[in-house]
T-cell receptor
Framework: GIQVEQSPPDLILQEGANSTLRCNFS?????LQWFHQNPWGQLINLFY???GTKQNGRLSATTVATERYSLLYISSSQTTDSGVYFC???????????FGTGTRLKVLA | DGGITQSPKYLFRKEGQNVTLSCEQN?????MYWYRQDPGQGLRLIYY???????QKGDIAEGYSVSREKKESFPLTVTSAQKNPTAFYLC????????????FGPGTRLLVL
């Protein structure tokens, strides 16, 4: 089955720093989402981005489907950005999103 | 407010006991999903449902059962056959099937006594 790898597994930043999180996947996919899981466990949608680039405030994401990777950019990080960031991929017409193991981010004040 | 609710927030199970986790959505979404998350891990799909009265097994369905009698509701039963049920359970829904954005509820933490 498809494999989803995220890097780095852990990341510690000082408040105000920028970061890039990466998601590699082993097969062509039609669907890709980025989520943020806050310390209370809630998963929050960041982007639905099977291809192209999107931006939402301090966050942006780029997926290069032909090269099987996606990047999540966090600029001017804040302590509230702490948590785990997941990438999930899937095929069109199926219901199965495959989740990566996540990048655990801690932003220090 | 539109959204997905899960209850209870915490649930304790005794050995040999079945427990049911509730998931309700008022987003008018067709598809609903149940995931399991173990500490430090990603999410794994237990069951999903495209429409009322229809559901399919995911990757780790053994020891679990579901029903979909109403569009808004997708309860998950953790049976005594599930030997390692301690985990965080997340319910999600999406507008249509196969690839639409999934939205998640706040989750239920199940602990075995």
């Amino acid at each position: 089955g498809i494999q989803v790898e995220q890097s780095p597994p852990d990341l510690i930043l000082q408040e105000g720093a920028n970061s890039t999180l990466r998601c590699n996947f082993s097969d062509s996919v039609n669907n890709l989402q980025w989520f943020h899981q806050n310390p209370w466990g809630q998963l929050i949608n960041l982007f639905y981005i099977p291809s192209g680039t999107k931006q939402n405030g301090r966050l942006s994401a780029t997926t290069v489907a032909t090269e099987r990777y996606s990047l999540l950019y966090i600029s001017s990080s804040q302590t509230t950005d702490s948590g785990v960031y997941f990438c999930a991929v899937g095929y069109s017409g199926t219901y199965k999103y495959i989740f990566g193991t996540g990048t655990r981010l801690k932003v220090l004040a | 407010d539109g959204g997905i609710t899960q209850s209870p927030k915490y649930l304790f199970r005794k050995e040999g006991q079945n427990v049911t986790l509730s998931c309700e959505q008022n987003l008018n979404h067709d598809a609903m999903y149940w995931y399991r998350q173990d500490p430090g891990q990603g999410l794994r799909l237990i069951y999903y449902s495209q429409i009322v009265n229809d559901f399919q097994k995911g990757d780790i369905a053994e020891g679990y059962s579901v029903s979909r009698e109403k569009k808004e509701s997708f309860p998950l039963t953790v049976t005594s056959a599930q030997k390692n049920p301690t985990a965080f359970y997340l319910c999600a829904s999406s507008m249509s099937t196969g690839g639409e954005t999934q939205y998640f509820g706040p989750g239920t933490r199940l602990l075995v006594l």
